[in-house]
Every structure is written in structure tokens, then in C-alpha cells.
């Protein structure tokens, strides 16, 4: 009996053994079959899948904290074939809903590309045209009969950022815009380009639960702060557009620092265009130069420049305040007879009348007599001609000619010496000016304020330029361009505070000759002349009220300054020295 | 009655002893001791018993086996489940920051200048005149500086403030509890 129990003990135990060891074996057989790399294949590809993560671009907000850009979520609509069940339903809902030609539609989705399982129909589709058709799926769904699937199913919405600017077409020469891309154009999107990233990225990542550490991280853009204050730029963009119709102009720019850290406060330019639609970019602009002219466009900037020649002839000993000169309305210089403005003698002046009447003789006179060598140093130094490091894409050079360059003459001496056949632009003038503004020091004229990465914000530390003059020619200066307003009546003046500035009035030329008729008409000035806060330059290109800067430039100076003193909380001359002295 | 003691009992030496003197204690005559010593060889080397004890063991091998395994799977499933979560808030997170960004930018349209000037212009307000501001000092006030964006208050999550069990060895927490331990005595 025992026998028997331990025969088949034996018996069932070599059965196990045996079962056991066929496992084995078809494991063994099945690993190294001809079907085996396939499935390895089939297993690899199943491992990991291709993921695109879209970060989100940095933000952009104004130094208070308004938001300029950011971002918003938009769709991609497709179409998952496996689970599709009526094609009809699906082409008939996005074409009512996306606007889309209902024939293409079906076609796509009837003959799909070979090996094809998913189909994009239109991405960068609005929200609100996503929701109505995911509402539209849900209620197709909720109707259809128990144990059927509704006639959009299949209809998938895959949601990821694009960028969004809340204000339109505010300060949209400053901003720039970002394409669907991801890529920047223009202003800051471009200039801070691969600071802001937040680039779409796609890569392979594992399916394995077990690997989920190994899910890339695609960091957010660093946010920026700028230096723009919003209301003040809203100010100056309506004060623009106003002046553009009263005074006839065809463009303008309104640009607004602070002098003593080079900070862009506003910069308005006539033509701008909502960011949210850059694809009108070649509607709205003719060239690259006209998205932001302030940094891009280059002019004659006629009298204004009667500063850096003036702040010259005093740096270098030419001329006092109290030197005198007897102007007989022309002067001849290289074979060419300049005349003044209004081709009169204006007599016996000092240096204080020359920039109040802005006599183009008065300024041939003192050129000549530092020399060229002396003349163009300074121009050099005041940058005229140089980049000014301004933070923004696109920024333009100018020209000035130098003796020794082939179309350089004698006769140049003379007429860039009053800002005729020299070519700036607005951003490079006002790097040059700030310098009689702050104590011969110029700044280097910036929009960053600040960076925000990680929860902490890194300020921007201040920059400077060079030192083209001493401080005691500048406070000279300041206090000759202050006067001459004054007792000019200038339309610049703005009640409660002293302002120091200049017109300028600079014909254009056409065909190769200045017309008269057609000029720029610009004015720069700052203030409170002793402890200044502001610096604004106002340029109306071919104002056809009055060809002359005193009249067109120089009240719109005074309209905006207006504007400024109250946003930027700065109180009238006489209360601030009370405040001063207490 | 010696077999049945001894089948009852465990088997051994001890065994015998303690049945010898219940036998005395229970006036049992004497039984041969060289024959009990035959006995106890023969059921030491019973087949059935070899056969029980290979058996018994390799039992014992496959629990051993099926517990490991068990475990090896429940982990690895607590594992996996985990690893998928990760996967799951990772979207989750990504989604919340698009979201929060949408209603960033939402926002900020409502509140943009063209749309508070329009609100503003509704219910009766305008720009304000040079002549109509009265500056009044106020002490100690400070004039408004351009905004900070830091996220001060923010708690950055860090390996400081992970709790211990989520990355502490078992090593490590047994060593914890005996440095504390000794440092109570």
C-alpha cells in the first residue's frame, strides 16, 4: 500500500518536473524564435512615445505690473480614425464650426495617408470655437441610442499656449510679436528671444510607468519686467494719434526716458498694429524700419542737434555763454552759402540767443571755429552715428560722415553742425541729449527692468555711457536751453515746471534737393531742469499745418509733459523745493 | 502503547525519557531498552517519513518562493501605480499652468487701459487737469517703486522639507531610532 503511495508520489512529482520544464523550454524556444525580434520590435516601440510639451513663454509686464503678453490656450481639432463612426457628422460640425470647405474635409478623412491613425483638421483653433464643438460632441453622445457612440466621436481636442497680448495694439512697437512657431519679431520678443523661450519641445518619453523620472522637464521662459510705464504709453499714443490730425502729419513718434538711468518710460510710435493678428504685419507696415522708428528710422534731425554742437563749442572753450557773434544772416562755408531759418540778420547775439532763435549761422560760425577734428570728436562721442545699445531688435545705426570719407565735403561742417546731412534716430538723439541732462553723463537707453526666474526677481543693474562732457559745461548748458525757452515763449513751457529744450526743423530731401515745403519737425526737452525725471522727444514727419517745429512739435512736447508730471506723481517746481527744504 | 507515546510526543530522545518515567509513575513493567532503540531507528528511516520531509521542504522552497514573489509584485505594482500617478499630476501641472496663464491673460484684457478708460469714461470720470491736483505732504510716505514680482511667500518644496519616510532607508530609520534611542538613556 505504501509502495503504491509513494510510486504515485513519484509519479505526480515527475509530472510537475516534467510540466515545469516544458515552461522552461517554450520560454527558452519562445525567446530565441524567428517571431522573437519582432516582438522585442513591437515592445521598443510601445516604450516610449513621442510627446510634444509646450512651456510657456515668459511673460512681459509693465514696470507696475500690468501684463503686456502672455499667454492663452488655443486647440488642435483631429480626428482619431480607429474610433471614428460617422465621417459625414464629423466634416458637417467642423466645417459649420471652423469655417472650413465640407468636400476637403471628407475627402481628408475618407483617404487618409497610408498607416495614418489620426488626422489634424486646424490647430490654433479659438477656444470658443473648441468648446462649441466639444459641447456639440457631448450632447451628440448624451442623445444617441443606449450601446451607440455619438456621431462625433472620434473628434479630438488637443489644448496647448499661444501667445496673447491683453492690450492689442499697445506699445506693440516695443513688444514685438511671437509667430506660431514660437519665434520672436521685433522689440523685446526678439531682442529677449531665447530668454523668453518656452520653445515647443519634442522628445521620447518613456510609457513605463517605472520611468516616470525620466519624463523631461521643458522649463517655463524667464518673465520680464519693463521699464515702459502702460498708462503713460496709452497717454502718448493718444496724444500722438491727436497730433497726427491737427497738425496734418503723415507719422510721429513720442519717446519718454527717465534721463538719469536711461529707463524708456513710453514709446509711441503712429503706426502700430494688434499683435494679436501679426499676420497684418504687411498690411499695417512697408518695411522693417517702420515697426518702431523710434530706434529704426533713420532722419535729418535738423536744430535739435544745435544742443551737441553748442554743448561742443562750451566743453571745448570755443564759446561762453556770454560770447558774441555778429550774425549777418548768411555765411558762406565750403563754396555753399548757409543761411538762417528765416534768411534774416539776426545782429549782435550771444550763445543764449543763438539757440533761442536757432541760427543756423550762429552754429556754422562756432563749428568752424572748433575745427573739424574737434567738431566730429564730440559728435563721435556723443555717439552720433553708433549703436546705442538700446534693448530692442532692429535698432539702426545712422550716419555721420567724417572728414576722409569719399562723400564728405568741406560744406558738412557747417550743416551738421545743424543737423542737415546727418542722419540719426530719435533713440540715438535723446542717448546724446541726456547727456547735457545728467551731469555730462549719457545713459544707455533700455526697456528691461527686471528678470523673474523661479519665483525671484533680478533687477537690471544700471548702465552708463561715456562722459563726452564735464558736468560744469552740462548744468551751463541746461541752464542756456532753460532760458532760451523761457524768454522765447516757447509753446514747449509747461506750467509749474522749468523745462529746458530745443525745436528742430529739418527739411527733407527729394530728388536729391531739400524741399521746403516738406520737413521733420521734432522737439527734445526734459525736466524739472534741476533734478529731471523726464526726457521727451517728439518727431511729426511732414506736418503740413506749419513746416516749422515751434509750432507743431513743440506744443504736442508740452501736452504730453503735461500728461507726464501728473502720471509719474512728480509735484510743481515751487511745491517740490518747499518739500525739499523741509 | 510505546508507539503511540511516542508518535504523540516529539520525537527524541527527551521523548523517550520523559515516557520511561511516566511509565514508572504509571507502574508499567520494563521493557528492553536496546529493542526501543530499534524501534526509534526503524521509524527514523520510514520512507514515508524521508518522503514527507523532502516533501515538507520543498514546500517550504516554493512558499518561500511565492512569498517573495508577492511581494516582489505587489511592490512593483505599488511601484508602477505611483510611477503613473506621477505621470498623471505631471499633465495635471502642466495643464493648471496653461490654464492660470489663460486666465492671466483674460484678466489682464479686462483690465487693459483701452477697456478701464472705456469704464472709467461710462461712469463719468475723465482725465484729470494739471490746476484741478493739490499735492499734499504726507510724513513718511513713500513714492510708489516699480513692481516686484518675487513670489516671496512661495514654499519651494526641497529635499529640507520632504518628510524622512518618503526618502529614508529602512538602514537609515533603524539608525535614527538607536541614536535617539541611546541619546534617552
Same mark, same amino acid.
Request: with cysteine; proline share 6%; aromatic share 8%.
Given at each position: ?52 510639451? %509646450? ?11 500690468? @501684463? ?8 488642435? +481639432?483631429?480626428?482619431? $480614425? ?15 464650426? @471652423? ?36 459641447? $456639440? ?187 558774441? %557773434? ?5 555765411? @558762406? ?246 518739500? +525739499?527744504?523741509? | ?9 516529539? +520525537? ?30 526503524? %521509524? ?14 520543498? @514546500? ?42 489663460? $486666465? ?82
Amino acid at each position: 500500500m505504501r509502495q503504491q503511495y509513494g510510486r504515485r508520489s513519484q509519479a505526480l512529482a515527475g509530472a510537475l518536473v516534467i510540466f515545469a520544464l516544458a515552461i522552461v523550454i517554450q520560454m527558452t524556444r519562445i525567446q530565441n524564435s524567428p517571431e522573437a525580434d519582432t516582438f522585442r520590435q513591437l515592445s521598443q516601440d510601445y516604450a516610449y512615445e513621442w510627446r510634444t510639451f %509646450y512651456p510657456n513663454r515668459g511673460e512681459i509686464y509693465d514696470r507696475n505690473g500690468r @501684463l503686456l503678453a502672455g499667454e492663452k490656450i488655443i486647440y488642435e +481639432v483631429g480626428v482619431d $480614425l480607429t474610433i471614428m463612426t460617422d465621417p459625414h457628422a464629423i466634416s458637417y460640425a467642423a466645417a459649420d464650426a @471652423l469655417g472650413m470647405d465640407y468636400n476637403q474635409l471628407m475627402e481628408v478623412i475618407q483617404n487618409p495617408p497610408e498607416g495614418i491613425s489620426y488626422i489634424v483638421l486646424a490647430d490654433y483653433v479659438d477656444a470658443a470655437q473648441a468648446n462649441y464643438l466639444q459641447e $456639440l460632441k457631448k450632447a451628440l453622445n448624451e442623445q444617441a441610442p443606449e450601446g451607440s457612440l455619438g456621431g462625433l466621436t472620434g473628434l479630438q481636442f488637443k489644448s496647448h499656449p499661444q501667445r496673447s497680448y491683453p492690450e492689442n495694439s499697445l506699445a506693440s512697437n516695443i513688444l514685438g510679436f511671437v509667430n506660431r512657431e514660437g519665434k520672436g519679431y521685433f522689440g523685446v520678443e526678439e531682442k529677449y528671444d531665447s530668454l523668453l523661450a518656452g520653445n515647443p519641445v519634442t522628445v521620447l518619453v518613456p510609457t513605463d510607468p517605472n520611468k516616470a523620472f525620466e519624463i523631461p522637464n521643458a522649463p517655463n521662459g524667464t518673465t520680464l519686467v519693463l521699464s515702459i510705464n502702460r498708462d503713460l504709453q496709452a497717454a502718448a499714443e493718444d496724444i500722438l494719434d491727436s497730433a497726427l490730425g491737427e497738425y496734418g502729419a503723415r507719422d510721429g513718434i513720442i519717446a519718454i526716458m527717465d534721463p538719469q538711468s536711461g529707463e524708456m518710460l513710453a514709446i509711441a510710435t503712429s503706426r502700430r498694429m494688434d499683435l494679436n493678428e501679426f499676420w497684418n504685419y504687411d498690411v499695417v507696415y512697408d518695411n522693417a524700419t517702420e515697426f518702431n522708428p523710434v530706434i529704426s528710422k533713420t532722419y535729418e534731425p535738423g536744430s535739435v542737434i544745435k544742443i551737441l554742437t553748442m554743448a561742443a563749442a562750451l566743453d571745448s572753450g570755443t564759446v561762453t555763454p556770454n560770447t558774441t %557773434y555778429l550774425d549777418t544772416g548768411s555765411i @558762406l562755408i565750403g563754396g555753399v552759402t548757409i543761411q538762417n531759418w528765416d534768411r534774416n540778420p539776426w545782429g549782435v547775439q550771444n550763445m543764449v540767443g543763438c539757440l533761442q532763435h536757432s541760427l543756423n549761422v550762429c552754429m556754422v560760425t562756432i563749428s568752424t571755429q572748433m575745427g573739424a577734428n574737434t567738431f566730429y570728436n564730440y559728435m563721435d562721442a556723443f555717439g552720433i552715428g553708433h549703436l546705442t545699445g538700446v534693448d530692442l531688435a532692429w535698432e539702426a545705426p545712422g550716419r555721420l560722415k567724417v572728414p576722409g570719407d569719399p562723400d564728405w565735403y568741406p560744406v558738412d561742417l557747417g550743416t551738421n553742425a545743424f543737423g542737415q546731412g546727418v542722419a540719426v534716430t530719435p533713440i540715438q538723439m535723446m542717448a546724446a541729449v541726456s547727456a547735457v541732462a545728467n551731469h555730462g553723463r549719457m545713459v544707455i537707453p533700455h526697456v528691461l527692468y527686471a528678470m523673474v526666474r523661479d519665483g525671484r526677481q533680478y533687477q537690471v543693474p544700471e548702465q552708463f555711457g561715456t562722459t563726452p562732457i564735464s558736468e560744469q559745461t552740462a548744468n551751463t548748458l541746461n541752464e542756456m536751453l532753460a532760458i532760451s525757452l523761457e524768454e522765447e515763449g516757447s509753446q514747449a513751457l509747461v506750467p509749474g515746471y522749468r523745462i529746458a529744450g530745443k525745436t528742430g526743423t529739418a527739411q527733407i530731401p527729394v530728388d536729391g534737393y531739400y524741399d521746403s515745403t516738406q520737413t521733420n519737425t521734432s522737439f527734445i526737452g526734459w525736466g524739472p531742469v534741476d533734478d529731471p525725471q523726464f526726457m521727451i522727444y517728439v518727431w511729426l514727419e511732414r506736418p503740413t499745418t506749419s513746416p516749422w517745429g515751434s509750432e507743431t512739435a513743440a506744443p504736442v512736447f508740452a501736452e504730453i509733459a503735461q500728461r507726464t508730471v501728473i502720471l509719474l506723481d512728480i509735484p510743481p517746481d515751487s511745491i517740490r523745493q518747499q518739500l +525739499v527744504q523741509k | 502503547m510505546l508507539t503511540a507515546l511516542a508518535c504523540g510526543a516529539s +520525537v527524541g530522545r527527551k521523548s523517550i525519557a520523559l515516557a520511561m518515567t511516566k511509565r514508572k509513575i504509571m507502574n508499567i513493567p520494563n521493557v528492553n531498552l536496546p529493542n526501543v532503540n530499534h524501534l526509534i531507528h526503524a %521509524y527514523r528511516v520510514a520512507p514515508w517519513r524521508v518522503q514527507r520531509q523532502w516533501i515538507g521542504n520543498a @514546500l517550504l522552497v516554493v512558499v518561500i518562493f511565492a512569498m517573495v514573489a508577492a511581494l516582489y509584485l505587489n511592490v512593483t505594482s505599488r511601484t508602477a501605480i505611483a510611477g503613473r500617478e506621477v505621470q498623471d499630476l505631471t499633465d495635471a501641472i502642466a495643464a493648471s499652468q496653461q490654464v492660470s496663464s489663460d $486666465l492671466q491673460t483674460q484678466l489682464a484684457g479686462l483690465t487693459s487701459a483701452e477697456s478701464m478708460e472705456k469704464r472709467a469714461r461710462e461712469m463719468g470720470f475723465r482725465p484729470v487737469e494739471p490746476a484741478e491736483l493739490e499735492y499734499l505732504v504726507v510724513p513718511g510716505y513713500v513714492a510708489r517703486d516699480a513692481v516686484d514680482l518675487s513670489s516671496s511667500a512661495q514654499t519651494q518644496l526641497n529635499a529640507l522639507t520632504i518628510p524622512p519616510a518618503y526618502n529614508q532607508s529602512l538602514l537609515d530609520w533603524m539608525d535614527e531610532r538607536l541614536v535617539s534611542a541611546r541619546r534617552f538613556q
